[in-house]
């Protein structure tokens, strides 16, 4: 990444949302050079599948696909269908983000259909503060669902996953999810400048 023309450096910040806040987790904690970390809507564990790095292998969190919920319009909802990871079945699931050298933004849909968002926030806290490590932090959104995009974007609160193929429900009402991009954006922004670049102004939306 550091190669690329498009990188300023020295450091690297991450942005990852949903499976890829997970993998960012992972980053972030085994590779050295990344300063700064945003999570939109992530979990703690390593999910869907296996992570390989080098002669290590982090399981999945254990899931129950039977406990997939079906809406009254028909879309599905696997919030339920995700394991405690705090379960000692789970424990080698956890990703060591204690090892990580920069500091950490979670972004939380409080209507996040699809993870426990804020619940997997506080395990983030509640363990870095346990190493010693400074108290991440978090930004939860009530009313806002698990697809937090960039500004002005129409809220997705449903669509055919591209992985799945089928319908997913992902939470969120309208007004409050649009206010909540505007107002992510701007939090993720500041953060950046703040940690890469050791600026904290950002100009604001006016809307």
């Known amino acids: 990444m550091l190669q690329h023309p498009e990188v300023k450096g020295p450091s690297i910040?991450?942005?990852?949302?949903?499976?890829?806040?997970?993998?960012?987790?992972?980053?972030?904690?085994?590779?050295?050079?990344?300063?700064?970390?945003?999570?939109?809507?992530?979990?703690?564990?390593?999910?869907?599948?296996?992570?390989?790095?080098?002669?290590?292998?982090?399981?999945?969190?254990?899931?129950?696909?039977?406990?997939?919920?079906?809406?009254?319009?028909?879309?599905?909802?696997?919030?339920?269908?995700?394991?405690?990871?705090?379960?000692?079945?789970?424990?080698q699931s956890l990703i060591p983000l204690e090892k990580a050298q920069g500091p950490f933004l979670f972004i939380v849909g409080m209507d996040d259909q699809?993870?426990?968002?804020?619940?997997?926030?506080?395990?983030?806290?509640?363990?870095?503060?346990?190493?010693?490590?400074?108290?991440?932090?978090?930004?939860?959104?009530?009313?806002?669902?698990?697809?937090?995009?960039?500004?002005?974007?129409?809220p997705s609160r449903a669509s055919v996953h591209a992985v799945l193929g089928e319908a997913v429900f992902y939470g969120g009402e309208p007004k409050a999810h649009s206010k909540a991009q505007v107002d992510a954006w701007q939090q993720i922004q500041t953060f950046f400048h703040k940690h890469l670049n050791g600026k904290k102004c950002v100009k604001h939306s006016k809307i």
Request: charge should be positive.
């Open 114 to 154: 699809n993870w426990k968002s804020e619940f997997y926030a506080q395990i983030a806290s509640e363990r870095l503060q346990a190493h010693g490590k400074e108290r991440p932090q978090i930004i939860c959104y009530p009313g806002t669902g698990h697809c937090i995009d960039p500004p002005y974007f129409p």
């Open 13 to 91: 910040g991450l942005l990852g949302f949903s499976k890829g806040g997970d993998l960012c987790l992972s980053m972030a904690s085994f590779l050295k050079g990344i300063t700064a970390t945003v999570l939109i809507n992530a979990c703690v564990a390593n999910t869907i599948t296996p992570l390989h790095y080098k002669d290590m292998i982090i399981p999945k969190l254990v899931d129950d696909l039977g406990k997939v919920k079906i809406t009254k319009s028909r879309f599905l909802t696997f919030m339920d269908t995700w394991s405690n990871p705090l379960e000692e079945r789970n424990h």
